[in-house]
């Protein structure tokens, strides 16, 4: 099956600084990889997902990239606010699969 | 519209008491997840559904622990003789198919506490 792993597991960067989370997977299979953020007691959302058809995309102060060749993917948050503090999970499903495969989860501190 | 939604958002129980989780899923989401989330962890796979049949159980830590689902909608978890150790928070997810790029949403969760 599929497994992914993601670095680092603790992230802290000053407020206004960018953050970086990268994410490899095993599965060349893999297409739909989506990036959720959890914040403390509540549920895990959606922040973006990025589809393998496409290498890069941004939502604001988010981005995603994706490589294929080396089959990692990664998050970027560029200036961040303390509200960014959360804990983020990324995800691959392969296609054909029914259930996606997490990493670990990053917990970013953004310092003010 | 209305999201996934779970019942009781905390239960506290004693040591091997059963226990039933409610998972409420978007209407027309074929397919349903649960996690489990101890305190500080990761999202621990335990069960899928597709419609009302599980073809997935491997995730389901021991047989004390059971999931049905009911008319391709409410999901109930199931454990018996709680354990210290079953006390996280479960979480229900559902997506509208089980394949493809569909967004997959989560519920608030379940805080279950064993004393």
């Known amino acids: 099956g599929e497994n992914v792993e993601q670095h680092p597991s603790t992230l802290s960067v000053q407020e206004g600084d960018s953050a970086v989370i990268k994410c490899t997977y095993s599965d060349s299979a893999s297409n739909y990889f989506p990036w959720y953020k959890q914040e403390l007691g509540k549920r895990p959302q959606l922040i973006i997902d990025i589809r393998s058809n496409v290498g890069e995309k941004k939502d604001q102060r988010i981005a995603v990239t994706l490589n294929k060749t080396a089959k990692h993917f990664s998050l970027h948050i560029t200036e961040t606010q303390p509200e960014d503090s959360a804990v983020y999970f990324c995800a691959a499903l392969p296609g054909g699969d029914y259930k996606l495969s997490f990493g670990a989860g990053t917990t970013v501190t953004v310092r003010a | 519209g209305a999201g996934v939604s779970q019942s009781p958002s905390n239960k506290v129980t004693e040591k091997g008491k059963d226990v039933e989780l409610r998972c409420d899923p978007i209407s027309g989401h074929t397919a349903l997840y649960w996690y489990r989330q101890r305190l500080g962890q990761g999202l621990e796979f335990l069960i899928y559904?597709?419609?009302?049949?599980?073809?997935?159980k491997s995730g389901l830590p021991s047989d004390r622990f059971s999931a049905e689902r009911t008319g391709e909608s409410v999901s109930t978890l199931t454990i018996q003789r709680t354990q210290q150790e079953d006390s996280a928070v479960y979480l229900c997810a559902s997506r509208r198919s089980r394949m493809g790029a569909d967004t997959q949403y989560f519920g608030p969760g379940t805080r279950l506490t064993v004393l």
């Open positions: 559904f597709q419609g009302n049949s599980a073809p997935d």
